[in-house]
Each structure stands twice: as structure tokens, then as C-alpha cells.
């Protein structure tokens, strides 16, 4: 890490005088360009100071917060079942994911484990959050480059797994189904076959954009080779998810770390790209969507049957102690530090976000490329205003 | 328009008619443009009704959008340069106007058959960058800047392949005269097959395909549309204006759109003559030429917005290299080819 910023310092160092002695010569200024927090590329109310010579980016600085809501404070004041509502707003493409985690921590502190269709049906609606997700990303990245066809294409097929989101949690965006100790129901009759049904459309769709976007010359010169973010880079800001899978660190929290949950049961692939620039990042998602597709179907094959629900006292009292629950999110790595000290609701707790990170390599990655790339690479690192900010 | 009428009318007549005549040919072409592609057929592409609920099928919704726009406020921001503001949509304006005057439409229905028609109709379309880099530089705006400039720098990277692409046809037909060109393409023959004419875009597809490409940039649509660039400069140049000001912007764009469609259906499709109908004047060819003008117009229309609401958007860099690299040798040998042809036989 010292390292990394050390070269980084020096090359800003040299960049800044390199762009002193061009402005000394042409007697040009530059000059400060603000984008956002109202801007249509920043997916709500992120805010970018950018300093530019020409077309150029000197320097870059994300602001953030216009968004906060304050949710590690709210859930000091609820009650465990009431913050399972408010986390899955944190996040609000794959609200279901966010509940995980959360309810994970809380099971562990209370050492229950939720019954093994419990755990199949939460990982499913997991990877369904996750495409439901992604879809959208995987169309707005056109829309960011000027392919506005794209984006209605996502939305259009994002409707069908949503639909099947709210067939069984009766919420289409913020499902809150999980409970401590299992589900809040169990699924509907047909909801299996059905479901099968629009992973087909999933997979069409991937091969739609496949066609319609990366297999398009403009798209490619457009994202190849632009905003690189080498693996020690990435490593060294902390980003997680399909932005560090695509700078090449083949590193999955599904994968690598022992979990409730049941990913270890289904054959699937953790996908990576040694690039790491903006089409790196895009491919990735584009796989990790068809193959999240995959693990779908062959959990719902596998779905035991059973109870959804475990033994649980009908007034939830967590015992004192501390514990730490991440979970490989849409967005990146997810977690939560949930401090209790015995009550109805935590003492504290800590939400790790993977947008904030995500979002804090942009100064680094923004130097010297031009204003259309400022989009592309915002674009293509994929933040939730709601996971920065939460 | 200059109809063969039994009865002679005076210079100022004549001038009234045609004026009058462009004066509502430009807002009605506009106005079929938007609400065919721009409503209905990119909506349809992307799986959507589009408007639905102003008139059968959503056909009155551009006078519901028109009216809007009339009764919106016209606001200038408090720094700009209040003379250059507001006449820079008039200028983008005026130069889709001219266009609409050497296009013609029938024997007759011309509002002026210059002889050097092509060149002006290419002249008076750049007059527009004028008024955007206008616009781009008075609205006292960032990103309103950083537009105007990017449409003045990639002015020349497809005028360039523009002209070089009508070059071809020029040689072909022997004239610049847009009614010459339609009559070069009638009295032509295919390997001695004369019925169907010659339409050019069968021996300049490069040409035509070239047109095309540097039409998509001349008229700032994807994938060269980096002047609005919505994603990035949210609507670069037209972002202080509102009201009739933006409209103006919008008819000067969508009329061009039209005029550039009519521009190639009448240098590569045979402009308004179809067989059977006389070149030489006639009620008939009067009647149906435009009709036939218009169906090709909106054939080539319909090929230029689906490149548009499909492609992603160059950057401005990869514009240059695209246009200096390959559109522009392309066009120049397009030019020898065409060249040696037509000395061959």
C-alpha cells in the first residue's frame, strides 16, 4: 500500500508540473468542472469536483453524502426484526442481499441455525437480488456510452425476476422475508417452475447484450484499456466484488469463506479478467450474471424439503457479544459488526458497504483521462448512491 | 414552388410563394420525423408503446409537446451574452431553412435548381456549427462550453468525408445541380437495362455508406453525438435554453435530419423520379414526385435513427482517428475509382 501511494504521489507530483509547464506555454487555465450531485451519470446525488486542462482530468475528487440517512444510528434505536427493513434499503437494486448478512450475524450471536430449505430458499432469492441487480448495470452501461436501447432491454427483462421476487416475498424492491431463524413464509405453489422459466430469459437477455454491446466496436474502443486499475491498486483500496474479479484477484466471499448458506452445494465458477479496465469489468458482470443464473437452477433442482422456520422465542433477545458477518453482495463485499449487550436491538452496529470503497479509487483512477471516461469508468466501477451513503 | 401554372406571376410572387412554401415544408418535415421515429419507432425498437394517449396511437402528441414548449418561460442564465444567446438557435434554424431550398421534389418542385445545388446545400449545412459553438460559448455554462468546442472541433472531421463522399456522385452524374443529378440517375442504365434507371447506390454504395456515416455526425446523433452527450455534458450546448429558444434547436436538428435523408434519397435513391413519370414537367410527375420523395426520404430517415438509437458514442479523439484513418482514404478512392470508371467507359 505504501508503496503503491508513493509512486502515485510521484506521478501526480510529475503531472502536475508537466500540466504548470503547458499552461505556461500555451497560457492556458484550467478549469474546476463540477458534476453532480445532479447529474445523470452519477446515479443519484453523487458529486465529482474535477479539475480539467482541455478535455483532460488534472485531478478528480468525489464528494459524497448527500444521501445519508443515517441507518448505523437508526438501528441503535429498533428493535432486530424492525432493522431488517431498514437495511435492505441500503442497497436498493438487491435489497434482499442486504438482509443476509445482517440476519446472519444476528443467528450467530444467538446461535440458531435456520433449517437447510431456509438457508436453500434465502440463497436463491440471494442470487436472484444479484441479477436483478447487475441486469440493470449490465443496460446502463450502454446508456452511460450513448446506447440508449439498451437500458430498456434490462429493465424490460429485470420485471420478470422481480416479479418472481415479489411472488414470493410479496415485496418487489424491498422483499424483508428473512427473519431471524428462517423465512417469513414459505414459497407459492409453481413459483419453482416458474422461476426456471425466467432464468432462460436471464440468460437470453446476457447473450442480448453480448451481441448488442460487447460484441460492438464503438463499446469496445470505448471501454478497453480505459480506466486500468492494476490488482495491487485494487487490493490497495479495498475494493471487493466484480471490480477486483475483473483487475484480475480471483477472490469470491461465496467461495472462500465458510457460510450458512449453500453456494459450496452447486457447481458454478468464480469469473475473473486480467485487464482491469472498464470492459473487464463489464465481462465479468456479464458472466457473474449468467452464472448466478446457473446457481439458481440447480439449487432450485436441489431444494429440500422441510421447515422454514427454527425454534425461536417470540421475543427476540439478543445475548451479549460481538460478531462480524460479510457476504459477497451484488455490489462487493457486504458486512456488518453487530455489537449487542443483551437488549431487544444492537448497541451498535457497523455497516462495511462495497460501493464506499468501490467509489474511493476514483481520484486515483480518474487522473489524466478525458471527460467521456469519467463516465465510462464511473459507470463501469457500478456504486449505489444508497450503499455509499447509507 | 415553381409549378407550371397558366398564369405568369411576378419575381416578388414567385419569392412569396416559395418562401411560404419552405416556411411550412421545414416544421411539418420535422414534425413527421419526430413523431415517426423519434415517439413511435424507437420506442417499438426498444419495447416500449412510446406516448400512447394524446390521439390515435399517440399521433397528436408532438402538438401537445409543441404547445409546451410555447408556454414554457424563455430564460437566459444571468451571465450570459443575452444577443449571441438568442440568436444562435436563429442561425441553427436558418441553415436548416436553406437546405430545404435546393431539394427538389418534382420537375418543378424546387424552390431554386442551382446549378451548384450539392455544394450549396453542404455549405449552408455547416453555418449550423456557427450557431452551436454560439450557443456552446454564450450560455455562460461549463458544460455548454465544453460542447459548443467539441461540435466545432469535430466540424472537420466528417465535412471533410462529407463532400468527398458527394464527390463521387458529382463525377458520375457530370453536374452539381441536384435536378441534374436526378436526371444523370433516370437516363442511366444497368448494363444496358434502362427501365429502372440508374439509381447511384448501386455504383457509389460506398459513397452512400459514407454519407451516411459522416450524416450521423453532421446532425450530432450517436455515434457522434459528443456535443449533447446526455450521459456526460447532460445536453452540452442546449442546456440554458428552454421554451421556443430549445425548440428551434430541436426543429434546426430534426429538419436537418429530414433534409439530409432527402439530400441522399436524391443523390444515391433517385431522388422523386420513379419509371413512368416524365422528366421534363407535367402535372403527373408534379403530384407523385413528392409523394415519391418522401417514401425514399423516410426509407434512408428510418436507416440513419436506427443506427442512432442503437450505437454506443465515440469519443471526440476516437472520432478524428475514425474519420482521418479510414473515412477519409476511403472516400478519397471511392473519388479515383469512380474517376477511372468514368473515363473507361
Given amino acids: 500500500m505504501t508503496a503503491v501511494s508513493d509512486r502515485e504521489q510521484r506521478a501526480y507530483i510529475g503531472a502536475q508540473a508537466a500540466d504548470a509547464r503547458v499552461n ?59 432493522i431488517n427493513t431498514l437495511v435492505n434499503r441500503i442497497d436498493w437494486l438487491g435489497s ?22 431456509a438457508q436453500w430458499i434465502r440463497t436463491i432469492l440471494f442470487e436472484m437480488s444479484r441479477i436483478a441487480n447487475i441486469t440493470l448495470f449490465l443496460g446502463d452501461m450502454g446508456v452511460q456510452l450513448g446506447a440508449i436501447t439498451a437500458v430498456f432491454y434490462a429493465f424490460r427483462d429485470r420485471e420478470h425476476v422481480l416479479n418472481q421476487i415479489e411472488a414470493a416475498t410479496g415485496g418487489r424492491f424491498h422483499p424483508n422475508y428473512d427473519r431471524i431463524g428462517g423465512l417469513k413464509e414459505d414459497l407459492p405453489r409453481g413459483w419453482v417452475a416458474e422461476t426456471k422459466s425466467v432464468m432462460d430469459k436471464v440468460r437470453d437477455f446476457c447473450d442480448e447484450m453480448e451481441t448488442l454491446l460487447v460484441g460492438n466496436e464503438i463499446f469496445e474502443t470505448r471501454t478497453r484499456g480505459i480506466g486500468v486499475i492494476p490488482a495491487e491498486v485494487a487490493l490497495g483500496y479495498g475494493l471487493s466484488g466484480a471490480n477486483l474479479r475483473a483487475s484480475g484477484v480471483d477472490w469470491d466471499l461465496r467461495r472462500d469463506q465458510a457460510s450458512p448458506l449453500v453456494w459450496s452445494e452447486v457447481d458454478w465458477k468464480v469469473w475473473t479478467h486480467p485487464d482491469g479496465d472498464s470492459f473487464a469489468r463489464y465481462w465479468v458482470r456479464l458472466q457473474e450474471t449468467r452464472e448466478a443464473a446457473n446457481i439458481v437452477d440447480q439449487l432450485l433442482d436441489g431444494l429440500p424439503a422441510g421447515p422454514i422456520m427454527a425454534k425461536v422465542p417470540r421475543i427476540i433477545k439478543v445475548p451479549a457479544g460481538e460478531a462480524w458477518v460479510s457476504t459477497e453482495n451484488p455490489l462487493g463485499e457486504m458486512g456488518y459488526y453487530v455489537v449487542s449487550k443483551g437488549d431487544l436491538g444492537p448497541f451498535r452496529v457497523k455497516i462495511r458497504t462495497p460501493s464506499f470503497n468501490n467509489i474511493s479509487v476514483v481520484p486515483w483512477v480518474l487522473k489524466g483521462v478525458y471527460v467521456p471516461d469519467i463516465i465510462t469508468i464511473l459507470a463501469s466501477l457500478y456504486f449505489i448512491l444508497g450503499d455509499i451513503d447509507r | 414552388m415553381e409549378l407550371t401554372l397558366a398564369i405568369e406571376l411576378a419575381y416578388w410572387q414567385q419569392l412569396t410563394v416559395k418562401v411560404l412554401a419552405v416556411l411550412i415544408i421545414v416544421p411539418t418535415a420535422t414534425a413527421i420525423i419526430v413523431q415517426t421515429f423519434l415517439f413511435k419507432v424507437m420506442a417499438h425498437m426498444q419495447s416500449r408503446l412510446g406516448p400512447m394517449e394524446a390521439g390515435p396511437h399517440g399521433a397528436l402528441q408532438l402538438m401537445a409537446d409543441g404547445a409546451k414548449f410555447v408556454q414554457k418561460e424563455v430564460l437566459a442564465p444571468a451571465r450570459a451574452d443575452r444577443r449571441v444567446f438568442v440568436l444562435a438557435p436563429v442561425v441553427v434554424l436558418l441553415s436548416t431553412f436553406l437546405l430545404f431550398v435546393v431539394i427538389p421534389a418534382g420537375p418543378s418542385g424546387v424552390a431554386e435548381d442551382l446549378d451548384i445545388g450539392i455544394f450549396f446545400a453542404l455549405a449552408v449545412s455547416s453555418i449550423s456549427v456557427l450557431g452551436v459553438l454560439m450557443a456552446g460559448w454564450a450560455s455562460a455554462n461549463k458544460y455548454a462550453l465544453i460542447g459548443g468546442l467539441r461540435a466545432a472541433g469535430q466540424l472537420i472531421a466528417y465535412e471533410l468525408p462529407l463532400v468527398l463522399a458527394v464527390v463521387g456522385v458529382v463525377i458520375q452524374a457530370g453536374t452539381l445541380s441536384l435536378q441534374g443529378i436526378v436526371r444523370a440517375q433516370a437516363e442511366g442504365e444497368i448494363f444496358g437495362f434502362g427501365l429502372l434507371g440508374l439509381p447511384f447506390v448501386f455504383t457509389q454504395f460506398i459513397g452512400f455508406a459514407l454519407f451516411l456515416i459522416a450524416t450521423q455526425a453532421e446532425l450530432t446523433q450517436p455515434p457522434f453525438d459528443m456535443p449533447v452527450a446526455e450521459s456526460e455534458l447532460v445536453a452540452g450546448y442546449q442546456v440554458e435554453y428552454s421554451g421556443l429558444q430549445f425548440l428551434y434547436f430541436y426543429l434546426g436538428e430534426f429538419g436537418a435530419a429530414f433534409a439530409f435523408s432527402a439530400l441522399a434519397a436524391t443523390m444515391f435513391l433517385g431522388g422523386w423520379w420513379v419509371p413512368g413519370l416524365d422528366l421534363d414537367g407535367g402535372l403527373l410527375s408534379n403530384l407523385i414526385g413528392p409523394a415519391v420523395l418522401f417514401a425514399k426520404t423516410m426509407a434512408v430517415a428510418f436507416l440513419i435513427f436506427w443506427i442512432r438509437f442503437t450505437y454506443p458514442r465515440l469519443r471526440e479523439d476516437q472520432l478524428q482517428t475514425f474519420a482521418w484513418k479510414y473515412l477519409i482514404p476511403l472516400s478519397l478512392l471511392n473519388i479515383l475509382a469512380t474517376g477511372v470508371f468514368k473515363v473507361v467507359f
Avoid at chain 1, 438501528?75 to 426484526?81: C, F, K, L, Q, S
Avoid at chain 1, 434482499?96 to 444476528?106: K, M, S, T
Fill in chain 1, 24 to 82: 505556461v506555454e500555451l497560457e492556458t487555465d484550467g478549469m474546476t468542472l463540477n458534476l453532480g450531485p445532479q447529474h445523470p451519470a452519477t446515479h443519484g446525488t453523487l458529486r465529482i469536483i474535477t479539475r480539467l486542462d482541455g478535455e483532460q482530468v488534472i485531478s478528480a475528487e468525489p464528494v459524497m453524502g448527500y444521501m445519508h440517512r443515517g441507518y448505523e444510528k437508526l438501528v441503535e434505536v429498533r428493535t432486530y426484526p424492525q
Fill in chain 1, 96 to 117: 434482499f442481499a442486504n438482509e443476509v448478512p445482517f440476519i446472519l450475524a444476528a443467528e450467530q450471536l444467538m446461535e440458531i441455525e435456520a433449517p437447510p430449505r
